[in-house]
């Protein structure tokens, strides 16, 4: 581990706010453990997780089912992100994720004997339900985790090359298997969910090893009295109790936000298979191009992610996902919905971080328990919009009109979202506030191969922020 500078923790180093007892800077060893822990789960992701679905409605899920598979699992994996978080203390929270992370194996388990040697719905939704209770539930944990080993500064610019680096290894390892058995349809699709299992137990083993390097570093942390937030260039202070509000607003409307969304969001796959007959290779593609944008563009929108500038980013990226299910309706065309999966990918990468980091930014040790209870909310009412959007397939409406619906709603939801934010200047979506936050995001900086993925560290008489 580099040795720290003189004083400890570093000032540049400190969180935004909150009071911090301690803090252990980042190792290169902390780094590369978590990337290779990254590796083999996008590795899992892209041979399992994405091939289940896909195999469910060939083997002939009907709406219904589907329904069901993209929405109990989800309300159960919401209800551990809601309680868990609050019922662990900090010093055991790495023992969570490793029992989160087990708990997916399991579900991992489940795919590979609903795929390999019976096909029956029962195995699958009681497999996706071990699955993402145990997915689900590791996320907030991981994030608070993670955040009390790299220091402020710096975590924002971790995650989101992280993620970009998740989404580029999946997103080719997914298209290498699809090829491959697109080529050799003979090859048991068995083989996908094997290698799927092999890599979360590698995985798990990364996640043990980095919580041996790494001790639980301590703080006193709650939210800001005075947070800042930089704004066009300007400094505004404002209390802890606007904070407060603005941040409860924005998890309820993102929460009826994710209702718009999964009222037609399950429904794509059965549409490009069922109406659109695409193959397993077409299907991948389409699949590939949306993690593509998601990789390539996350660091662009890392870099206006401080103080409050996610909530503009979560307003920006709410009203372009909005019109995203219209766009589906103008074309079939291959070529044209493979390029709006890819902006899709964009939109939607912005989205996710923003929604993290409008907690992270100012919440630390804490900030499991906020993340729970807002990713808890957005599943559930993602949960509910799938539901009715099952319901509106069973009553005969087409694909292309639950589209439209969707889009509609995401915009009157979307608008009404910008309009209640933006009675505090500090987060109003106007010409002046757009422009600082598209400056800060489109201020590209020259970087080396290295710095594509992995954050600068800290070193002994470097200030690098």
Known sequence: MEEPSAQFPPKHLLAPCGEEVGMHLPSKKMFFLSYWEAFFYALMVASSESFALYLAVKYGLSSVQISLVSTVPLLLGAACQWAIPWLLKNEQVRHGIVVAMSTQVLGMGGLLYYVHKDHEFRILFASLCVYWMGGLSASPLWLDWMSNHVPA??????????????????VSFFLCLAYVFFQFPELPVTWIFIVGLAARFLSLACQLLLSFVLKLSLYQTRLPLNPRAVLGGEKVDFSGETFQKILKLSIFWTGIFKFAVFLCSPFFLPYMVNELKFSMWDFSVVTGMALIGRSLFLGVWSRASFGMMPFIGLQISSLCISILPLLWTLSSDFTYIAMLQFC??????????????IVQNFIKTSSRKYLGIHMAIMNFFAILGASVGAWLLKQDYSYISIFGLSSTLRLLIAGTFVYQISKWPV????????NGYLTSALSFKSSTGGHVFFPKIARKGKRQL
Request: net charge positive.
């Open 153 to 170: 500064k710096l975590f924002r610019r971790f995650i989101s090359r992280r993620s970009s680096f998740v989404s580029l290894v999946t």
């Open 344 to 357: 899709a990918g964009i939109v939607w990468g912005g989205f996710d971080l923003s929604t993290i980091l």
């Open 427 to 434: 987060v109003r979506l106007t010409i002046l506030t757009l």
